[in-house]
């Protein structure tokens, strides 16, 4: 096998990964104009979850829907619980300058991701541990040469094949998604058709707690739970969501990918050391060439 | 045009509280054994950092997430310059400053063309990726290892003056001119003509850039003012014994931000507050949880878990901090 074949087949089934983290931050981004930090922060303590519930003799699948399901819990509750107090507060003097109204949600964020971390720490002593995967991490053969792409890979190529197909379906079928479409684009209209706004912006981070919460499921496998082991993942993740667009669902799948192709390819043919300094220089790269994202829109500021 | 209340630039008051600060942290070391000594001076230098933070974001309204990272460049280039020049560690100190602020000069440059969680993620990129350049270029920067420097021993003329001087409460007496320094610089900075240009971009960029100010160009002098304040905290923090990226993990940003919050961005009294609650709660913390027989594995977090909730209850309860609510309190007794 080639180096070249061994990095496009990792990185096809890494970017898959990354694009599930970076779809979940567009989904908070265009729903409730914040970029959620805590957002792995609280997939790592799905798949804590999920970790326990299969030391406890659940099923494999069984854990992977509980995981979900309270991803999409632990989304809502994030927005119900702080965001929408936080941005609906209007008495704040704080809040009345306009860099605070986005920096404040930022701390939050912040706040949440240091608190989940910490409780995983005190509920599960924050040792390295690993999680199962469904499917043998063996390499697939065809006769005698085996392919650079393992089984495991092929499952989370899969699953986020799946997922995108449901998403695009829910956003271009669904009146629900059409109400979140048109309550990004524009609340205030969206608001007048008779849509409650604040309930889609709640869906928006239940789904993006989903999302989340099945990269959390899919790439510990590989690299092994822990309160810090996602931290990574959002980086790559924002950067992903920075490179194709911010404000695209479709630009954020393609930047995961795109990461998921550059890490693997700095990975095969230059060093593991270098992957930090590759994705700083490629954000910085992106924001220069071209800040909106490949697939974003330029934004317009209103006075 | 109304009359703008201006202080003067070089104000009595930021003056004596400067010399205050000074004062108190002397003499409340007298009072302390050894170990809090220590942990006196980590306030004084950390202090700096934090206040690079209320320049940034309380006073101009940017957030970074990656002040840590700006530590890491002057505490290396600090350490470099003395184990590989064999300059005196004071020199190194000022010259720290100097190449912080050129790198927040870069950063500026990039960041003024960012808003909000844009330049939030870019820092926390940063704050990943900087200490990582260590151990890529291991020959230059020595890798995880890390450079080994520290405050010396204190000079012969100082324990003439004053007696026996430990090796603590030296690293106190280093630091705290720095402090007070870096203080009165702030406490004028937001007074002057700049520092009302900051305000002005912070809390409407089109209102102040119809009002003439060039936003981009205050972007980026606010950067490098806090970079400097940050590299000379960076520079001051590494000198207590090693430079190396543990010393600096993305955390260290975390909680600096914390610290700035917690206190009330926009106030410097806030910033001091804020510094020593990050410092001195783990401590409190550990005392509590011994006493009350709490297993070890459960300790260790609980730090985190205490300042992560205070800065979840500051956020909800009143953003502007401790500061703000003080003076929300004030306000109600006048009427």
Redesign the interface.
């Known amino acids: 096998m080639t180096p070249f074949l061994t990095a496009f087949f990792s990185g096809t089934a890494q970017g898959a990964i990354y694009a599930l983290v970076s779809l979940g931050l567009v989904l908070v ?1 265009r729903s409730a104009g ?2 959620n ?1 805590a957002q792995m922060g609280q997939a790592m303590f799905t798949t804590y979850i999920a970790s326990q519930l299969i030391q406890n003799n659940y099923s494999y699948w069984s854990a992977f829907l509980i995981a979900l399901i309270s991803g999409a819990a632990l989304g809502a509750l994030v927005d119900l619980g ?1 965001m929408r ?2 941005t609906s507060r209007k008495n ?9 109204r ?3 949600p ?3 964020s ?6 989940l ?3 995983a ?2 509920f599960w ?2 040792e390295e541990r690993g999680f199962p995967s469904p499917v043998a991490p063996n390499a697939i053969k065809i006769g005698d040469t085996s392919l650079a792409i393992t089984g495991f890979d092929l499952f989370v190529i899969g699953t986020v094949f799946l997922t995108l197909v449901l998403t695009t379906i829910f956003f271009t079928k669904t009146g629900m998604g059409l109400a979140m479409r048109a309550s990004a684009l524009n609340p205030e209209v969206t608001r007048l058709s008779g849509i409650k706004v604040g309930s889609v912006r709640t869906l928006g981070w239940a789904i993006s707690g989903i999302a989340s919460s099945l990269a959390g499921l899919l790439v510990t496998p590989r690299t092994n739970l822990s309160p810090n082991t996602l ?2 993942l959002l ?1 790559i993740g ?2 992903a969501a ?1 490179v194709g667009g ?1 404000s695209s669902l479709a630009g954020s799948v393609l930047g995961g990918f795109i990461l998921g192709y550059v890490i693997s390819f700095v990975n095969v043919y230059s060093a593991p ?2 992957v ?2 590759a ?2 220089a490629f ?2 790269l992106a ?2 060439l071209r ?1 909106q994202g490949i697939l974003g829109s330029k934004e317009v ?1 209103s ?1 | 045009m109304s009359k703008v209340k201006t202080h003067k630039v070089i104000g009595l008051r930021s003056t004596l509280l400067s010399l205050f600060l000074f004062l108190f942290f002397i003499l409340l070391s007298n009072q302390f054994e050894p170990y809090n000594q220590s942990q006196l001076a980590n306030i004084a230098m950390l202090l700096i950092a934090v206040l690079s933070i209320t320049l940034l974001t309380g006073a101009s309204g940017q957030i970074s997430l990656g002040q840590g990272a700006i530590m890491a460049v002057g505490g290396y280039s600090s350490a470099l310059l003395v184990t590989r020049l064999g300059l005196s560690m004071w020199l190194a100190f000022i010259l720290a400053i100097f190449v912080s602020a050129l790198f927040g000069l870069f950063l500026g440059l990039a960041a003024a063309r960012l808003s909000g969680p844009y330049l939030a993620g870019t820092t926390l990129v940063m704050a990943l990726a900087i200490p990582s350049i260590a151990v890529r270029f291991e020959t230059f920067f020595s890798g995880d290892v890390g450079l080994s420097v520290d405050y010396g021993m204190p000079p012969e003329w100082l324990t003439k003056l004053i007696g026996e001087v430990s090796i603590e409460e030296w690293s106190l007496y280093v630091v705290l001119p720095f402090t007070a320094v870096a203080l009165f610089a702030v406490l004028n900075l937001s007074n002057t003509r700049i520092g009302r240009t900051w305000r002005a971009v912070r809390d409407n960029e089109v209102a102040a850039s119809l009002a003439g100010i060039n936003i981009g160009r205050t972007k980026v002098i606010v950067f490098v003012c806090a970079s400097g304040l940050a590299g000379l905290a960076g520079a001051l923090y590494g000198f207590r014994g090693l430079v190396a990226p543990s010393v600096y993990p993305t955390d260290l940003s975390l909680t600096l931000l914390t610290a700035a919050v917690i206190g009330g961005l926009r106030s410097i009294g806030g910033a001091i507050f804020g510094t020593f609650v990050i410092v001195f709660l783990p401590d409190l913390i550990e005392k509590v949880t011994n006493n009350l027989a709490i297993p070890e594995t459960v300790g260790i977090y609980l730090p985190a878990l205490a300042i992560g909730l205070l800065l979840l209850l500051t956020v909800i309860l009143n953003p502007r901090g401790a500061a703000g609510a003080l003076e929300h309190l004030r306000h109600k007794k006048k009427h």
């Open positions: 981004w914040v970029v930090f702080l107090p936080l704040s003097q704080l809040l009345n300058s306009q860099s605070m986005t920096t404040i930022v701390i939050a912040l706040g949440i991701l240091g608190v971390k910490a409780l720490g005190i002593a924050g931290d990574l980086i924002f950067t920075v911010l050391e270098n930090f300094i994705i700083l954000l910085l924001l220069f800040p500021r006075v």
